[in-house]
Nanobody
C-alpha cells in the first residue's frame, strides 16, 4: 500500500522559515509529478508548487515565488518545500500530492494526510 507522509509543519513567527518533507513508501514502480497544495480555513485546496521527476518546477501560486523552493530526492522518494520569509497569509494545511504508478502503467493520485503551518506572532 502506497503512503505519502508529510512532516515539518508547525508554528513560526512572520519572517521565519520552515521545511516540509513528503516521503513516499510502499510498493510502486515510479513517481511522476509531485506537488504541494495548501488549504486555508474557508478556502479551497490550491496548488502551491509542483516538480517533475526530471526536476522541472512550477510555482502556481505567484505569492510564493522567491520565498518557497520545491525540490525532490528521487533516490529517497522524497519531496521538500523550503519556505522562507513566511507571512501570516501562508497559514494553511499543506498537503503533499504525487502521481504514482503502482504497476498499471499510469500514475494514480495519492495524497498525504496534511501538515499544519501556522505563521503568527
Amino acid at each position: 500500500q502506497v503512503q505519502l507522509v508529510e512532516s515539518g509543519g508547525g508554528l513560526v513567527q512572520p519572517g521565519g522559515s520552515l521545511r516540509l518533507s513528503c516521503a513516499a513508501s510502499g510498493s510502486f514502480f515510479s513517481i511522476s509529478v509531485m506537488g504541494w497544495y495548501r488549504q486555508a480555513p474557508g478556502n479551497q485546496r490550491e496548488l502551491v508548487a509542483a516538480i517533475t521527476s526530471g526536476g522541472s518546477t512550477n510555482y502556481a501560486d505567484s505569492s510564493v515565488k522567491g520565498r518557497f523552493t520545491i525540490s525532490r530526492d528521487n533516490a529517497k522518494n522524497t519531496m521538500f518545500l523550503q519556505m522562507n520569509s513566511l507571512k501570516p497569509e501562508d497559514t494553511a494545511v499543506y498537503y503533499c500530492h504525487a502521481g504514482i504508478d503502482t504497476g498499471w502503467g499510469r500514475p494514480d493520485d495519492y495524497w498525504g494526510q496534511g501538515t499544519q503551518v501556522t505563521v503568527s506572532s
